[in-house]
């Protein structure tokens, strides 16, 4: 079991910045990818942005040239800085983690809410 755990969210006029972290538990596993995911109110939970450990990063289009991913894989962290917000990227955010064996982890959520 991999425990990860959050931190970051908040609330944010239009336009400005946010930074979300999420460090993973230590244990006998290694991390293929980690990632962030959003579920605004009434829609599904999608993929915000992934990286893996050797450092491929996919984006969703809509937060394509604002959001940036990064990780530090000494520490199991992934970090997500999000630039340029605008009302639709109000959301509970979720930190994600795959495991080289296949297993999927995810954080409790963290609310971001971008409203003047």
């Known amino acids: 079991q991999v425990q990860l755990v959050e931190s970051g969210g908040g609330l944010v006029q239009p336009g400005g910045s946010l930074r979300l972290s999420c460090a993973a538990s230590r244990g006998s596993y290694s991390t293929y990818a980690m990632g962030w995911y959003r579920q605004a109110p009434g829609k599904q939970r999608e993929l915000v942005a992934r990286?893996?450990?050797?450092?491929?990063?996919i984006y969703a289009d809509s937060v394509k040239g604002r959001f940036t991913i990064s990780r530090d894989n000494a520490k199991n962290t992934v970090d997500l800085q999000m630039n340029s917000l605008k009302p639709e990227d109000t959301g509970v955010y979720y930190c994600w983690i795959l495991t080289m064996d296949g297993s999927e982890f995810w954080g409790q959520g963290t609310q971001v809410t971008v409203s003047s």
């Open positions: 990286i893996t450990s050797g450092g491929s990063t």
